[in-house]
């Protein structure tokens, strides 16, 4: 079994910051690539940032210049900077990663329960 757990979420103003924080455990052979994904309500889920196992990172083009996505391979932990905080980034942000947990299969996508995040105006 593995599991992702995300922490961090919250309240602030706009122009405030948080940071998001995502752990993965169990029967963790290897971990490819993470990302953050986040869904307001009445809208489509949609990839925030991903972080490859090369350290190569994309972004959305809505936060480019604000959030900032880092990876802790020791502890299986990906962190989400948000600096910034607009009221459109208020959502329900969630952690995924592809993982191997059989030496002989690939990788799997894992997700997290998601983690609120609300920037006020």
């Known amino acids: 079994q593995v599991q992702l757990v995300e922490s961090g979420g919250g309240l602030v103003q706009a122009g405030g910051s948080l940071r998001l924080s995502c752990a993965a455990s169990?029967?963790?052979?290897?971990?490819?690539?993470m990302a953050w994904y986040r869904q307001a309500p009445g809208k489509q889920r949609e990839l925030v940032a991903v972080?490859?196992?090369?350290?190569?990172?994309n972004y959305v083009d809505t936060v480019k210049g604000r959030f900032t996505i880092s990876r802790d391979y020791a502890k299986n932990t990906v962190y989400l900077h948000m600096n910034n905080l607009k009221p459109e980034g208020t959502a329900l942000y969630y952690c995924?990663?592809?993982?191997?947990?059989?030496?002989?299969?690939?990788?799997?996508?894992?997700w997290g329960q998601g983690t609120q995040v609300t920037a006020s105006s």
């Open positions: 995924n990663a592809e993982i191997r947990t059989d030496s002989t299969s690939g990788f799997l996508n894992y």
């Open positions: 169990g029967n963790i052979i290897s971990i490819n690539a």
């Open positions: 972080i490859r196992r090369s350290e190569r990172a």
